[in-house]
T-cell receptor
């Protein structure tokens, strides 16, 4: 099973709202990622969690707050977003590197389409 | 710096015709290369990957890609395109980010349209 699930599929929120995006995988992966994708552009990395600890923050504004409650779950908490934050938010996971394996492929979820009004 | 170039922004082919999507990379060490496909409004699906070994790799949905180190290329091919192959295709290189962390560096993508 190589499935990453994301909820909700679509989200519309006002600039004063607080909402959360959820991502789940049951592949035993210990690295999880959040990406932001604007239309007709490649995904842009936002955050990386490795063994439930935040290892990369690509200078993302503090109105985005990631959380990794356990090895299967990844959340992205949203607060006071701007209209330019409207995008497709993708979650991905991969095995963690180790030994002679320097890289593993990432598996992506279907994404959450976020619209900020 | 690592980078990935997909020279073709948009390609149109007829159904049943062959397809080749180009990808060039810039990476100092042995590259870990990937092709992903994305249908409209969907996530990215891994088509194939190259880590080492045989330079011709087979993927899902009848796709294959050839790694050419001398040309820094990793072109994606399919002998006969189906209408369902219409999508955005991303080439990516996996890069070490420091310590035990990795990241994907994506090309800008190639949008494939299939004519009946």
């Amino acid at each position: 099973d190589t499935e990453v699930t994301q909820t909700p599929k679509h989200l519309v929120m006002g600039m004063t709202n607080k909402k959360s995006l959820k991502c789940e995988q049951h592949m035993g992966h210990r690295a999880m990622y959040w990406y932001k994708q604007k239309a007709k552009k490649p995904p842009e990395l936002m955050f990386v969690y490795s063994y439930e600890k935040l290892s990369i923050n690509e200078s993302v504004p503090s109105r985005f707050s990631p959380e990794c409650p356990n090895s299967s779950l990844l959340n992205l908490h949203l607060h006071a977003l701007q209209p330019e934050d409207s995008a497709l938010y993708l979650c991905a996971s991969s095995q963690e590197i180790g030994g002679t394996f320097l890289y593993y492929e990432q598996y992506f979820g279907p994404g959450t389409r976020l619209t900020v009004t | 710096a690592q980078s990935v170039t997909q020279p073709d922004i948009h390609i149109t082919v007829s159904e049943g015709a062959s397809l080749e999507l180009r990808c060039n990379y810039s990476y100092g060490a042995t590259p870990y290369l990937f092709w992903y496909v994305q249908s409209p409004g969907q996530g990215l699906q891994l088509l194939l990957k190259y880590f080492s070994g045989d330079t011709l790799v087979q993927g899902i949905k009848g796709f294959e890609a050839e790694f050419k180190r001398s040309q820094s290329s990793f072109n994606l091919r399919k002998p006969s395109v189906h209408w369902s192959d219409a999508a955005e295709y991303f080439c990516a290189v996996g890069a070490r980010y420091g310590g035990a962390t990795n990241k994907l560096i994506f090309g800008t993508g190639t949008l494939l349209a299939v004519q009946p």
